[in-house]
C-alpha cells in the first residue's frame, strides 16, 4: 500500500490529518482482515516550496524538512494514527529516481534537453485513463511557460537543471533534482515491486500527479501500476475546502 505523504515545507493543516486517519483506517482494516500490509508513505523533502521556504527563513532544506518531518510524526500520533512501515523521503533515493528516468530515456519516453529532463507524454498511449480526460481535451488547456524548452505543451518535468544557489545532485544531465511526479513512480516500485496492490492519496492528487505516475510507471515496466486507487475528499466547511 503505497500513500501520497506531504511535502514537509510547513506543519500539516486539517485536511493532511483527514488523508492520514483515512488510510490509517484502511491499512488497520485491512490487518484485521487477516492481510499482511506493508504500509509505505513518503515524504517530499525536496521541491520548489521547500526552496523558497529556506530562502525566506534563512535556513537549508534539509533543516527544514527535518524540523517539519518531526511535527508530522508528534501530530499523526495525536491523532492515533500509527507510523507507515516505511517513510522514504526524496533525498535518500537520488540514485533511484535517476536510473528510472535513464531507464525511460532509454525507451524513448523522455529526453533531456539543457539539463532538463521530460516525459513525453503523448507517447504513452493511455495516458488520462486515471482521472477520465483524453489528450486532447488536455491540449486545450496547455501551454509551455516562457523559458521551457519541451517539445510538446503536455510533456512534464523528471528532472529539473540546477539554478543558482538551489540544492542539486549530480546526474548524466548535469546538476540538478527530481521533479514530483517521478518521486513516487520510483520509491513505489522499490519498496514494493512493480505492481501495487492500493495506491491512494487526496483528490487533488488524481490529475497530474496520481496520472503522471502512471505514465512513468507503466512506460517502464509494461505492468500495471496499482491495482486499486483509492482517494480520500476534501474537508469541507460551509461547502468550502
Excluded at 530562502?55 to 491523532?79: H, T
Excluded at 533515493?93 to 531507464?103: M, R, S, V, W
Excluded at 505543451?153 to 544531465?173: N, Q, R, T
Excluded at 533534482?177 to 488524481?206: N, V
Amino acid at each position: 500500500m503505497y500513500v501520497c505523504g506531504p511535502t514537509v515545507y510547513n506543519y500539516i493543516h486539517i485536511g493532511n490529518a483527514r488523508a492520514a486517519i483515512v488510510f490509517d483506517t484502511i491499512r488497520r482494516y485491512l490487518e484485521f482482515r487477516g492481510y499482511d500490509v506493508t504500509y509505505v508513505s513518503n515524504f517530499t523533502d525536496v521541491d520548489d516550496k521547500l526552496i523558497k521556504a529556506a530562502r525566506e527563513l534563512g535556513e537549508s532544506v534539509p533543516a527544514i524538512a527535518e524540523r517539519f518531518i518531526e511535527a508530522y510524526f508528534e501530530d499523526i500520533q495525536a491523532l492515533g494514527c500509527k507510523k507507515a512501515d516505511i517513510h522514504p523521503r526524496v533525498t535518500e533515493n537520488i540514485d533511484t529516481i535517476i536510473e528510472f528516468i535513464q531507464a525511460l530515456i532509454d525507451k524513448g519516453y523522455a529526453y533531456e534537453v539543457d539539463g532538463d529532463v521530460y516525459y513525453r507524454t503523448r507517447k504513452f498511449r493511455e495516458y488520462g485513463k486515471l482521472s477520465h480526460q483524453s489528450i486532447d481535451e488536455l491540449q486545450a488547456g496547455a501551454r509551455i511557460e516562457i523559458g521551457e524548452k519541451k517539445d510538446d505543451p503536455l510533456d512534464f518535468a523528471l528532472w529539473k537543471a540546477a539554478k543558482e544557489g538551489e540544492i542539486c545532485w549530480d546526474s548524466p544531465w548535469g546538476k540538478g533534482r527530481p521533479g514530483w511526479h517521478i518521486e513516487c513512480s520510483a520509491m513505489a516500485r522499490k519498496y514494493l515491486g512493480d505492481t501495487i496492490d492500493i495506491h491512494a492519496g487526496g483528490q487533488d492528487l488524481t490529475f497530474p500527479h496520481h496520472e503522471n505516475e502512471i505514465a512513468q510507471s507503466e512506460a517502464l515496466t509494461g505492468k500495471p501500476f496499482a491495482k486499486y486507487w483509492l482517494h480520500n475528499g476534501y474537508l469541507n466547511i460551509n461547502n468550502e475546502k
